[in-house]
């Protein structure tokens, strides 16, 4: 299984992007999306992958279909559940300072009461 450094890379190239063209695009210092990619950041905000996600224009799911872990409550989040919809939001969010882990909880919410009312 790749590891979400390769799963970037993979999609910046497929996309025809540079590291240049992908950091200054979503915001990031080229130094910290290069240590992404060689895997040496292991544990990037949630912020930092949407953005990524966003730039090169596909689904979250693709870089990290594994379970995140809040800090705040230990519960287990899919991340592949924070569709496309949910990006532009959680970016929003963080930006007017709202911690990334009650963005996720309540994400995780929504999803639970989504799958009760089916």
């Known amino acids: 299984m790749l590891l979400l450094g390769d799963r ?61 872990e809040t800090e705040s409550n230990k519960k287990e989040v899919s991340i592949s559940n924070f569709n496309v919809e949910y990006s532009n939001l959680i970016i929003q969010l963080t930006k007017v300072g709202i911690p990334e882990e009650e963005i996720i909880e309540f994400i995780k919410w929504k999803i639970e009461h989504e799958q009760d009312i089916r």
Request: net charge positive; proline share 5%.
């Open 8 to 68: 970037i890379r993979k999609y910046r190239k497929k996309a025809g992007l540079t590291l240049t063209d992908l950091a200054g695009n979503a915001g990031i210092a080229k130094s910290y999306l290069s240590n992404l990619e060689r895997n040496q950041r292991k544990r990037p905000s949630v912020d930092i992958i949407l953005k990524i996600a966003k730039e090169l224009q596909i689904p979250v799911e693709l870089l990290v279909p594994d379970i995140v």
